[in-house]
Nanobody
Framework: QVQLVESGGGLVQAGGSLRLSCAAS????????MGWFRQAPGKEREFVAA???????YYADSVKGRFTISGDNAKNALYLQMNSLKPEDTAVYYC??????????????????WGQGTQVSVSS
């Protein structure tokens, strides 16, 4: 089992920045990738960014150029630097991890472990 705990959410004005962190514990040795997803009220959970253990990164078009995902394998930590935030970025942000290599890197169903989420609110 892998436990994930997010932190760093909050309220920020449009154009501002936030940095999310995710601490992983437990059986992390087999981790294939980790990612960030978000879910706004009344909407489906959507892919934001992901990073494979070897360092390859992936981004949703809506955040490309504004968000940066990074990881620290030694610390079992995952980060999401969010710049130029927009009101439409408002959502609960979830950290996720996967051991399996099947399925798209962007698919929530392909991830095995999830954190509880952290709220990000962007005011206009």
């Amino acid at each position: 089992q892998v436990q994930l705990v997010e932190s760093g959410g909050g309220l920020v004005q449009a154009g501002g920045s936030l940095r999310l962190s995710c601490a992983a514990s437990g059986r992390t040795a087999n981790r294939y990738a980790m990612g960030w997803f978000r879910q706004a009220p009344g909407k489906e959970r959507e892919f934001v960014a992901a990073i494979r253990r070897i360092g390859t990164t992936y981004y949703a078009d809506s955040v490309k150029g504004r968000f940066t995902i990074s990881g620290d394998n030694a610390k079992n930590a995952l980060y999401l630097q969010m710049n130029s935030l927009k009101p439409e970025d408002t959502a609960v942000y979830y950290c996720a991890a996967r051991d399996n290599t099947l399925g798209l890197i962007t698919a929530p169903t392909a991830y095995d472990y999830w954190g509880q989420g952290t709220q990000v609110s962007v005011s206009s």
